[in-house]
């Protein structure tokens, strides 16, 4: 289980933006505002780094891996050909963890679902360059810890997690997101046809996975008493698995979606977040 994209809160909470037409369906919490959330709940005390100068990024990259891990970001994510169909992705900004540097390879992990995964060192530096991005001004950013506080408690820092995906469930709903996302998406399909099939492949993939991690947190949870096992809230997340399973096999096998399906994943959306923010849950 990646417990540090748990301690992040990004899985928990969903958005459909206009803001990048590509990714229709994207979670609430801005990665870069996610790293910060986890790193604050670790007692990381995290440095904010940026060059245009590529000899220099590539320097400080190894040397502050000699120290521990290190985050580039935001990368152009269009250009991570480890992603299925990166293109679709172009210019939208996007954060991966780097913690090991051996044999002229970068290990990384991506939240999109990539663990333990190693990049030769020409391309690493082809990734990271985001000078086309509008959300930096340098080509070379990073996040490095400076200074590692005695680590809390693991029930503490579940705790919070969990406090911080019940606020993103609370905030996405109150910025018109969450479970209205669905409905939004719906009229996006409805209105061009098959032309975003292949991002919301990708994005449900996506959307599956976080939510098989958030079943992942409950679990953890509950082996260290913070919350008590819940059904409910098993029942609703696996069948919002299922259902977006339900939507990538019919996109796999070229069929037209039906509105029940997100209307489905609207419904259940809801309720989960009812669960996290009146039912008691933590």
């Not at 803001?19 to 801005?30: G, N, Q, T, V």
């Amino acid at each position: 289980m990646n417990k540090f994209e748990i301690l992040t809160s990004v899985p928990f909470g969903v958005v459909h933006s206009n803001e990048y037409a590509h990714r229709i369906l994207s979670p609430y919490c801005d990665p870069g505002k996610g790293v910060a959330k986890a790193a604050q709940i670790m007692g990381i005390q995290l440095i904010s780094w940026e060059t245009e100068d590529p000899v220099e990024a590539y320097c400080l990259l190894t040397e502050r891996l000699l120290t521990g891990p290190v985050v580039l970001g935001p990368v152009n994510m269009g250009k991570l050909n480890y992603l299925a169909k990166p293109g679709i992705y172009e210019n939208v900004p996007h954060y991966i963890t780097v913690y090991k540097h051996e044999n002229a390879r970068f290990y990384i992990n991506d939240s999109e679902g990539l663990i333990g995964y190693y990049i030769p060192e020409d391309v690493i530096m082809k990734f990271w360059d985001a000078s086309e991005l509008y959300e930096t001004n340098y080509s070379y950013n990073l996040k490095y810890i400076l200074k590692k506080e005695e680590m809390p408690r693991e029930e503490d820092m579940i705790y919070r997690a969990l406090l911080n995906a019940k606020e993103n469930f609370h905030q996405a709903i109150a910025k018109g997101e969450g479970p209205e996302a669905f409905k939004r998406l719906w009229a996006t399909l409805s209105m061009s046809g098959r032309r975003y099939y292949n991002n919301l492949f990708f994005d449900m993939e996506i959307f599956i996975q976080r939510k098989y991690l958030l079943l992942e947190t409950l679990e953890w949870a509950y082996k260290k008493s913070i919350i008590k096992r819940n059904k409910e809230v098993i029942n609703i997340v696996s069948q919002q698995i299922h259902t977006a399973a339900e939507i990538n096999s019919c996109i796999r096998h070229k069929q037209v979606l039906d509105q029940k399906e997100l209307y489905e994943l609207y419904r259940k959306e809801d309720e989960l977040t009812i669960v996290f923010q009146e039912g008691g849950l933590i």
